[in-house]
């Protein structure tokens, strides 16, 4: 039986974790997979506990796991560790490069029901169906980084070797052959060496795909195009850093950051995971959106176990639940039924 | 007589530079201040005519005036070019480096006839006055970069010296007591160690800053919030690189990259130039709007001449403009008077 290993971690971690097995398991039920879900420590629990935000045994497991599910870490209780003690750096970064997962995936849909909870204009984003790729092991979050003296100085090294770009780039061009054949290519090329050599590794890459359209844009161009057109896009792909910063503003295409899941997979295992945070201000309160986290399952179905036929029932579960206008509190406007975060969990269940 | 460089540059730049003259000519016409324009040949026009973007006779003259104003350099001509003799490259990065231009300087407010030109909800942006300093001449911009074998790779170094992040943060918190007294400092403290020494620096900075409430965000977050809620904002300070993304993402919402004015200062002379390009796809045809220079031209008389008395008067002119309805191209909805690049000129003069 295949093996997920389950990281609910801090805060709305907790919560939101348990209503994505319920949905997984729920629509599994008449499918011939059975997932085996245990649990394991990580984040500031797991400091609390074992001292570690990624204790041995819990990576171990991942590692063996054939994929993993992940809540939320950090909260403040931790914010006062040094930086690459804290639950995020540790836990997050350590498990991405230790499992070498290159890859994070975000679509991002507008869902109609969803069009009004935006903060762009229904006619901007009505309509948007786009997927992030990002780099997501290498980079200026990988690359040596220190102090100097004389004068005092910091320093962090952006760098991506061919390999590096060349797998990321050739999965963005096989995820847009699969959809409507659009590939961007984001990059800071007017600047920046690594995104000099990011196009040329680009450009040959692209020769084995006549069929897929590509084209080039900068970053601060693409940030602004991402609000001002979100619907000339199809598949991004892009950096580690730039990744960061644009698929947390295209969260913002679909209503709410509490909408995006996240896969980041390595070629043969995948973590799954919301793309928000551990939320500490509601955590314990029955208050969080579980959809995202819904979701992610969604796209574990699809990306570890080739189902997806159970994915899109998921994912068409969680549009009949917001077309009937139900929302948690991050997406309510006045007239909607606002449900807590097992209510949420219900309602999908119901609507699969 | 103080002297102003005026480097017109290429395509839409050589429209609505004059138009910023014009305006300026005009405002200071019963004023002390008497300023002397003279052009000189930048960007790709430099390169055809001078075989170089930043001409040397170029370069002296704008260390020697009191002020620069710049139009838009570059263009599909010159594209071919390596990365580093291309106009934009070789232009604004050798200015802004030759000069020490360490602050940018993007001031970003919704004027209230323009909340329906923006692709977000009157409702989230019709209150926003924000300005964004962008540290202009360190990080990866300058950093060492370049290329490595075995395996093939390239690099790019993010570095800050403790003078370059100090002067830079120093200055948002005097344009932040100046106004609604609120800093938000934009960095990736959770990964990098710039941004963490950044925060020290800052945190170093604030200590004669009692009065100006400082608050810390990511960047990622920051991206987001500015299309979530951009009215929590006053004043935000970042490094080169998330200020080159953070700014242009911040134009959306003061309805159009057009409107946005540009101010790069090192303490004692300023640059002033729109924040857009030269949009070769619409130059000659008198298309081009014309506001974001002639704004630029208020910042050049409030920072390098301290005249916020004429400042204001044009900042004015352009809203009594965009109330009575008039629009250029980029800025129109079904309705407006459309006007060309000079007719937009004559309507600022009319109305200052
Ligand atoms: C928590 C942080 C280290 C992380 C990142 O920067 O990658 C987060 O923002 C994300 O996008 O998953
Ligand atoms: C043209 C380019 C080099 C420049 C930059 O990245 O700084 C531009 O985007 C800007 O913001 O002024």
Redesign the pocket.
Known sequence: MPKVAVLPGDGIGQEIVPEAIRVLQAVLTDSSLRLEFKEYPVGGAAIDRAGRALPAETLAACQEADAVLLGAV?GPKWDTLPAPERP??AA??GLRKALGLYA?IRPVRMLPALADASALKREVVQNTDLVVLRE?TGGL?FGEKGRKQNPPAAYDLMIYTEEEVERIVRLAFETARLRRKKLCSVDKANVLETSRFWREVTLRVAAAYPEVELTHMYVDNAAMQLVRDPEQFDVLVTE?MFG?IL??LASMLSGSIGMMA?ASLNGKKGLYEP?H?SAPDIAGKNLANPLATILSGALMLRYSFAREKEAQAIEQAVSKVLDAGYRTGDLAKPGDKVLGTKEMGDAVLAAL
Chains 1, 2 share one sequence.
């Open positions: 950090g995020e750096t997050l970064l994070n997501l979050y580690n960061d698929t947390d996240s793309a945070g």
